[in-house]
């Protein structure tokens, strides 16, 4: 251990007390552990704020003494790098341990105000228990993921409100160099808007602070939703591959005209089949092979599915207002020809459609996350590059993993979610992190998807930590300059999470 680290975690007993620092070897094991390729990266310690007071004295100290921090507010980003710091040797700042309350639910103006350790399960509970009248997006990852952590990431669910980043109004953040601030409306210190209106006086900051180590949030109103008298989810299995492009095509007009207004899942055989079967050819091919074709019909045929299913939900004051638009979009999608409708009743019997029924309704599941053990070892990096909302491009694209994944013996595990104009690719690579040789080709296989499809001109949106490097690096000369001057603004000493998203 440096000198200087001594001293800063020396400063942080007597700041935070030393039940809120740790250092144990099996903490920082846990802490430094995730799914992917590049391995494990241990912290030098983990700490606990309380508060933001707190958080700002840590930053300040970190400035003091030159040691890197690195926020997270649950740690559960599954596939993007877990709860690992971006370098080893970071101090973890988990803000999730003892900031993790709902500041307020104001029911008239429907929306919260939270802290960063508050999970999707734990603000659905508090709606509930209120008596179910708000509803609260989620992922359809771990339950006990962070509202505010997945937003920081810009991540997504599957209501109305399916854009996280999008639903945060008002932060308070302390800076890099060790400032505290409120965005929007709360920069005027007597403001009654900070969380109802999105945009003030000047210009937008909050947007800076995600995807990005320029500050640490440390509380932020997030817009809920009234929840609906009626909901009702419809699916449209399709039989082939190729079926990808005409399902895009057919699910724009509807999102175009919003008569769908939740995000669109179409997810393929292997994304709703992996929920509830490991792979069935493993122990034969050791896994140095993907999954052989005939073998993935023959997981269809047992599960009663194609190879992609289409999913959306709509919202309204009865079932019997819903019934009739259910029927439009079956007709829509059944004009096809290529289309088998399955009801919100039957999607129960489907697998991965319960879990798509329940994110659709806003409650949290944690059926997806069996998908990790597609294949044995726990290994899991996550590939998501964007498509404009055009079915014949997405077919380009589905060729292209499919050929690369192939190559590096490894299966295509895709679900593409649909807005109106636009759809990101998440291609789960589910890999035995345990076989060096596999783990290599997972690591091969990303690179050269990354680089196949920049050059084809499709970008990622969240990247694992493994190649925040190289997709920064895909960006031009300038924009890298501009980032790198915010960063030398707010975060002089350079102490937020160095690489992270590319900036040191
Ligand atoms: C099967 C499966 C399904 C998934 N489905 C989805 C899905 O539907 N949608 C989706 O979005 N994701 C999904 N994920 C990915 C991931 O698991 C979730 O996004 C998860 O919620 C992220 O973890 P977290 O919320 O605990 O964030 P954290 O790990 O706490 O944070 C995420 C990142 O944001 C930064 N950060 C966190 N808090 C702060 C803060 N207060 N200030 C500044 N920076 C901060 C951290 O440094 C970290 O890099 C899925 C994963 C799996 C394995």
């Known amino acids: 251990m440096t000198d200087s680290l001594t001293d800063f975690l020396s400063a942080m007993h007597d700041l935070l007390g030393p039940d809120w620092v740790n250092t144990a070897p099996d903490t920082l094991y846990r802490y430094g552990e995730n799914t992917l390729p ?10 606990y704020p309380s508060s933001t007071a707190e958080v700002q004295a840590i930053v300040k100290a970190a400035n003091r003494h030159g040691v890197a921090l690195h926020p997270i507010s649950s740690g559960n980003n599954i596939g993007l790098g877990t709860r690992s710091a971006m370098q080893a040797g970071q101090v973890v700042v988990d803000l999730g341990r003892r900031m993790n309350r709902i500041l307020e639910v104001n029911d008239t103006l429907c929306y919260a105000e939270i802290e960063p350790g508050v999970s ?40 109305p409100s399916f854009d996280h980043f999008g639903a945060i109004c008002g932060m308070e953040i302390v800076l890099g160099n060790g ?66 492009g005409d399902i895009l095509d057919l699910v724009r007009p509807l999102k175009l005209t919003n008569l769908v207004p939740s995000l669109f899942r179409v997810a393929n055989d292997l994304w ?47 079932a019997q207002a819903l019934d009739p638009v259910v029927d439009r979009i079956r007709r829509h999608f059944c004009k096809s020809g290529r289309a088998r409708y399955i009801s919100d009743e039957e999607a129960d019997a489907l ?44 077919l380009r694209l ?21 807005a109106a104009r636009f759809a990101r690719g998440l291609h789960q690579i589910v890999f035995n992190r345990e076989n060096p040789e596999e783990r290599q080709r997972a690591d091969d296989a990303y690179l050269e998807l990354a680089r196949s499809f920049a050059e084809a001109g499709y970008s990622v949106g969240r990247s694992p930590i493994d190649y925040q490097a190289l997709h920064f690096g895909q960006l031009s000369p300038e924009v890298r300059a501009l980032q790198a001057g915010i960063k030398d603004l707010f975060d002089p000493r350079h102490v937020l999470s160095p690489a992270r998203y590319g900036l040191s």
């Open 38 to 47: 590049g391995g494990n990266r241990p912290p030098a310690a983990v700490l």
């Open 120 to 159: 999707y399960q734990a603000l659905h509970d508090e709606l509930v228990r209120r008596g179910n009248h708000l509803m609260s997006d989620c992922t359809s990852g771990p339950p006990q993921g962070s509202v505010l952590g997945n937003a920081m990431d810009r991540g997504a669910g599957y209501t």
């Open 179 to 244: 400032e505290v601030i409120r965005t929007g409306d709360g920069g005027m210190d007597s403001s009654r808007m900070w969380h109802v209106s999105k945009y003030s006086f000047g210009p937008a900051l909050d947007g800076l602070f995600v995807q990005s180590n320029f500050g640490i949030v440390t509380r932020a109103g997030i817009w809920l939703q009234m929840r609906p008298p009626a909901m009702k989810t419809f699916h449209f299995s399709f039989p082939d591959d190729a079926d990808l």
């Open 272 to 318: 709703l089949i992996a929920e509830h079967e490991t792979h069935p050819e493993y122990a034969r091919t050791q896994g140095r092979t993907a999954l052989s074709d005939s073998a993935r019909r023959e997981l269809q045929a047992r599960h009663g599915l194609g190879a992609w299913v289409a999913s959306g939900a709509v919202y309204g004051a009865s």
């Open 351 to 394: 697998p991965g459609l319960s879990t798509a029924k329940s994110v659709f309704y806003g409650i949290p599941s944690s059926q997806e996350l069996r998908q990790c053990k597609w294949r044995p070892g726990g290994g899991l990096t996550t590939f998501t590059p964007g498509t404009p909302l055009v079915g014949e491009q997405a």
């Open 398 to 418: 589905q060729d292209l993993a499919r050929a690369i994944l192939a190559r590096h013996g490894l299966e295509y595990i895709s679900m593409w979610v649909c």
